[in-house]
């Protein structure tokens, strides 16, 4: 599905370099290229703050922690999303309320989340899912109406533009509250580990994040609140900053490939193509296909024994998981979630996909549907 050989090939004498520094100076934690990259990733967001941490479900926890939700506040999302996103709503005894999504972009359905804020709803949390903004002005409006809190998860969108209806651009992860993310090897800008960062406009809720990732320290030994441990350590910050550099080129690459898949299987009466949202750029962390009338494991099995990988994000809605078991909701509750989930199936897509091994999937793909 992702080829990271090629592409660190490409940027291997920078990044040996910044690690072999790492290790010259073992520097392991908190070493100068954490901050350095922090400052980087600011400049690039056009954020004030950007707190590194040690991956992107604890992004999401600190931040919820961050934000006082306690035992007992809903915090809505979607059910189609990567587990992460729920679970830590669940972890820190916060009441998970799942709403369905739109069948053409993937993204959180408004009139859903509205429909389902209660008098205890304290937070959304929109999920900018395969790539692309969710509808982050509309959100905002509820939010502000309603008093919530927005949290971003956009740990498959780094780098995505969202356009306002006024012109005004602004990076997926810098419009809500706090916005938080993952650099996960497969994720787009991925380090060789685990990692994630906490991005936020606000100074108060900046200080308090780091804080609580450290211990709920504020001055050594000082202990404020009740924190956690979570760190980005300096190799994978080493890492980071060279990959940061080359993030719009890689996305540029994902958008070429994407390009390549919407000529080659639109119009195909089984294959819907993925669609674009209207205010976002697409950072293509996947492209997903709809499939109509496939038998979908076979289709897999049969491009697997043609050397061709094919992924199913996600096959089981998070309310029909046991993890997830509530009154709240149950199976036939999101028809769009439980469709997408039994018809979606997402291609290779990486920074190094050639034209050929594009044209080899596809014209194996149409010939095994057709
Ligand atoms: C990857 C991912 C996360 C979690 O990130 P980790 O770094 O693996 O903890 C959270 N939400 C979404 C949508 C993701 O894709």
């Not at 685990?194 to 809720?205: E, F, H, P």
């Not at 900053?241 to 639109?266: F, I, T």
């Not at 193509?273 to 697409?282: D, E, Q, V, W």
């Not at 997402?346 to 080899?360: A, V």
Request: charge should be neutral; aromatic fraction near 8%; proline fraction near 4%.
């Amino acid at each position: 599905m992702v080829d990271l050989k090629s592409q660190y090939q490409k940027i291997k004498t920078e990044v040996d370099a910044g690690i072999q520094e790492v290790l010259n100076t073992t520097a392991f934690i908190n070493g100068p290229a954490v901050k350095e990259f922090q400052t980087d990733f600011e400049t690039y967001l056009n954020v004030k703050h950007v707190i590194p941490c040690a991956n992107g479900t604890d992004a999401l926890q600190i931040a919820m922690m961050a934000l006082d939700l306690k035992s007992g506040d809903e915090v809505i999302t979607a059910s189609f999303t990567y587990v992460a996103t729920a679970e830590v709503i669940g972890l820190l005894g916060l009441t998970p309320v799942l709403v369905d999504v739109y069948e053409n972009t993937f993204d959180i359905n408004i009139e859903a989340i509205e429909k389902a804020i209660t008098p205890k709803t304290k937070a959304i949390v929109p999920v900018h899912l395969f790539g692309q903004c969710a509808d982050m002005e509309r959100i905002m409006v509820l939010a502000k109406k309603h008093n919530l809190y927005v949290i971003e998860d956009v740990a498959q969108a780094i780098g995505a533009d969202y356009t306002f209806s006024d012109g005004k651009k602004a990076k997926a992860g810098t419009i809500g509250t706090i916005g938080c993310t993952s650099f996960f090897p497969s994720k787009n800008l991925g380090c060789y580990g685990d990692g994630g960062a906490i991005y936020t406009n606000d100074d108060a809720l900046a200080k308090k994040s780091r804080m609580i990732a450290h211990h709920g320290q504020s001055v050594q030994y000082v202990h404020d609140v009740l924190g956690v441990n979570s760190r980005l350590d300096t190799v994978q910050a080493a890492v980071l900053k060279v990959k940061l550099k080359h993030l719009d080129e890689y996305a540029a690459a994902r958008n070429k490939a994407a390009s390549y898949y919407d000529k080659a299987l639109a119009n195909h009466p089984k294959l819907k193509i993925p669609a674009r949202a209207k205010n976002s750029t697409h950072v293509f962390h996947q492209y997903t296909l709809q499939l109509n009338g496939v038998d979908r494991s076979k289709l897999r099995e049969q491009l697997a024994e043609r050397g061709i990988p094919a992924m199913i994000y996600y096959p089981i809605p998070l309310h029909e998981q046991n993890a997830f078991k509530s009154d709240r909701f149950k199976k036939g509750d999101f028809p769009i979630t439980e469709k997408l989930c039994a018809t979606v199936l997402s291609l290779p897509m990486h920074t190094e996909m050639d034209e050929e091994t594009l044209k080899y999937i596809c014209t194996n793909l149409i010939e095994l549907v057709n």
